[in-house]
């Protein structure tokens, strides 16, 4: 038999694990299935496998082009795959924890993930009795698609200063939308482009002329028959970017837009028919959805640096550099002369050292992440009775730690990038385009710096306020 011309043949994964991967594996001083047991729980390791078998084999979820595709390209094979999404999740009737297995295991960059990790989640947070059966039930069921359009132009992290204004006419019992100037066009929403047909609006709602802040309004921007644009609202994508270019990031304008009174979020502050504006119990209540949002973003992060760390890892043990000395190691590892055997990457202190340290730091992410989470649904469960307890402690962990977790795995991805060596330039090693699409999640949702400060000012006021009881103990 002739040898095969393919000269990737033998790490092929059609033929079966690589000898080199075999013994590395081999070497382990530990049962693999009770560490794995242990970072990820029975729970979630038999819900992977569960979802898994979902995603496997299905020809949508194929990524082996998304490499050679352009910007238009892209994003039509990511509204496939987002489809196909959403038939699973309705033929199997997946929960919110199950969607988010789905959504990680198909691994690529999607606007749907916008709307079920964040615009529902809000609605289902910040909805009242009677907006969760108008709203969040047709969301939750996929019957409409929505993003979150707070960022503008002009203004990102200062959500105070947004200038899109929500003006009530208590004649005929509306909120007339307006973005009057060309920094407060809303820009960034991702599926806004071309996807959805809703969004969840922030807007300065104003009764009489008086300023009452930020708050949420549920917009539809689309026909749902037509996907046309409504009347009054203007929407475009807002072009090329470094990286996810998957997912259709968009812009919008409104023009003297009329909605419903009801359609600004009231669970926790109230607009009554008369215009009268009964506040919010707690102001950061008005928050709660980028809280949530940014809950999820660091839960995920340590994901993304594991893609990377395996990737790296499992080509240090492949690739082999420089003889060292003795016979060929059973796997065919020769360096062409003398009968040398070249070593693997991975044995070298310089690439242990890049390498390893990011898959310590991923598994520790993880376990932040999982702690966050349990803190978030337990927070949530005790605002929808009312206790607003945990609401400050939510708040400062996940800005501290959405901050941190991704400029971790930004840095630690961009360490197993060059720790591929040239390969790691290639969009096809995996990591490069991953570092490209992650790179912003420094910023979204929360920047790096402004979060850090706020965290820094929150530690302060413990600090201050211990030393305030400490000298009324003295005192007295």
């Known amino acids: 038999m002739l040898p095969s011309t393919d000269p990737l043949a033998h790490v092929s994964s059609k033929r079966g694990v690589h000898p080199d991967m075999k013994k590395e594996r081999a070497k382990a001083t530990f049962q693999v299935g009770d560490f794995t047991n242990a970072l990820y729980g029975q729970d979630l390791i038999e819900r992977f496998a569960r979802i898994r078998k979902l ?36 033929e199997h009737s997946l929960s919110e924890a199950d969607e988010d297995v789905l959504h990680l295991l198909v691994g690529d960059d999607s606007w749907l993930y916008l709307h079920s990790r ?96 930020p708050q949420a309004f549920v917009l539809q921007i689309r026909d749902l028959n037509t996907h046309e644009s409504l009347p009054g609202v203007t929407l475009f994508d807002i072009g090329g970017k470094l990286g996810f270019n998957a997912v259709d990031n968009g812009g919008m304008r409104l023009d003297s837009v009329r909605i419903a009174r009801r359609c600004m979020l009231m669970r926790f502050a109230q607009v009554e028919r008369d215009g009268s504006f009964n506040k919010a119990k707690n102001e950061k209540l008005l928050y709660a959805g980028m809280t949530s949002t940014r809950v999820g973003v660091a839960k995920m992060a340590s994901f993304q640096l594991a893609k990377a760390a395996v990737i790296a890892t499992r080509y240090s043990v492949i690739r082999r550099q420089f003889a060292v000395g003795g016979d060929d190691d059973g796997g065919g590892n020769k360096s062409g002369g003398g009968g040398l055997v070249e070593s693997q990457i991975l044995d070298y202190n310089t690439q242990q050292l890049a390498v390893l340290p990011q898959l310590c730091t991923a598994m520790g992410m993880l376990c932040a992440g999982l702690k966050l989470q349990d803190m978030y649904s337990h927070s949530s469960r005790l605002m929808q009775g009312g206790d607003f307890s945990l609401l400050p402690e939510i708040h400062s962990v996940s800005s501290a730690l959405k901050a941190v977790l991704t400029v971790l795995a930004v840095e630690g991805i961009e360490t197993c990038r060059r720790a591929l060596g040239g390969h790691g330039y290639m969009l096809a090693g995996g990591a490069a385009g991953l570092l490209a699409s992650y790179t912003p999640a420094i910023t979204y949702e929360g920047e790096y710096v402004v979060l850090s400060i706020q965290l820094g000012r929150m530690l302060l006021k413990l600090l201050q306020a211990k030393h305030a009881m400490n000298n009324t103990h003295t005192h007295t």
Not at 57 to 83: M, P, T
């Open 55 to 90: 995603v496997v084999g299905n020809k949508k979820f194929d990524l082996e082009d998304k490499w050679y595709h352009n910007k238009q390209q892209a994003y039509i094979r990511s509204c496939e795959r987002v489809e196909e999404m959403v038939r699973l999740i309705r």
């Open 118 to 213: 964040v615009f529902v989640p809000c609605l289902k947070l910040m909805c009242d009795d009677e907006q969760l059966k108008h709203f969040y039930l047709p969301a939750k069921e996929y019957r409409i698609l929505g993003t979150y359009a707070q960022t503008e132009l002009g203004h990102g992290s200062n959500v105070a200063g947004l200038e899109c204004v929500a003006d009530f006419d208590v004649k005929t019992d509306e909120w007339v939308l307006n973005t009057p100037t060309l920094t407060s066009t809303k820009w960034w929403p991702g599926g806004l482009g071309k996807s959805c047909t809703h969004c969840m609006l922030f807007a300065k709602a104003r009764i009489n002329g008086v300023d009452h802040g």
